[in-house]
């Protein structure tokens, strides 16, 4: 019986490799039982190679559409000051200069899934944000060049187009209240992480104390995170996000500049 040599086979993009043979005609047409041996095995290695395509196509990759319906929304809010201490100043922000006045901003929204763990730089069909749609995010977000990277790491992953995407990022971000107790106007603060949250809490009383989180470091507060459903009604974090949460006796809020 002749023996199959596999030679290069043909790839999807992304996908698996489709294997090609030589010989598989090239048998003797006397092999008697060789031929069907051979019919067999070629059978085979089809029905092998089929299933393994399907398996590509079908498995539930970080498409745009699952990660629409997968799972739920994080709206995570920045305190200014705190992010300028850690890395804002280095890179001569803007929104850090003295004067800026910029307090908590939006750093993006986040599809994630409900076992925790996200989809990011999913691929998309949806064009990229025009220069419009970016500097139209400033008052929230402080740079255009971070509504452009949240796009691109988040946004694709929601399935809408980019005006739809810094439309949904707005309407979350114009939602909620923060309290003149969690501005630090004039002067830093220092607060129990519980404190903050019960503060937040009673200006957003919609928001259980499941539904978002506060992250440090160095001892200054960095971030608020609100798990939203995809209506942008607040809903309960997953066990992964609730366990970020910060653990500090203390934490201090840095001067509004």
């Known amino acids: ?60 990759r970080a498409t745009p559409e699952a990660a629409a319906t997968d799972g739920y929304l994080v709206l995570a809010v ?7 201490a850690s890395e804002g100043d280095d890179r001569k922000a803007a929104r850090c200069a003295p004067g800026a006045g910029a307090g908590w901003l939006v750093h993006g929204l986040w599809p994630q899934h409900d076992s ?31 509504a452009a990277h949240q796009w691109r790491k988040h946004g694709s992953c929601t399935n809408l187009a980019p ?39 009673a200006a957003n009383p919609g928001i259980g104390p499941d539904m978002a989180v506060l992250t440090c470091r160095a001892g200054q507060a960095q971030e608020l995170r609100l798990c939203l459903r995809h209506d942008l009604t607040p809903r309960r974090c997953d066990d992964a996000l609730l366990a970020r949460a910060c653990r500090a006796g203390q934490v201090e809020l840095p001067a509004l500049r």
């Open 78 to 84: 920045s305190w200014t000051p705190s992010w300028c």
């Open 1 to 60: 019986m002749r023996m199959l040599h596999l030679v290069p086979g043909l790839r999807l993009q992304g996908g698996p490799a489709i294997p090609r043979f030589r010989g598989l005609w090239g048998y003797s047409a006397q092999a008697g039982k060789g031929k069907d041996e051979m019919r067999k095995i070629m059978v085979g290695v089809l029905a092998m190679a089929a299933l393994g395509l399907a398996g590509w196509v079908l498995s539930p």
């Open 116 to 146: 925790g763990g996200w989809p990011e730089f999913c691929p998309t069909d949806h064009p990229t944000p025009t220069s419009a749609n970016l500097r139209a995010m400033e008052d929230i977000m402080g740079a255009s060049g971070l």
């Open 163 to 201: 005006a739809q995407y810094f439309e949904q990022t707005r309407r979350a971000f114009a939602a909620l209240d923060f309290p003149p107790s969690l501005r630090a106007e004039g002067r830093a603060q220092r607060i129990r992480p519980d404190d903050l949250m019960a503060e937040f809490r």
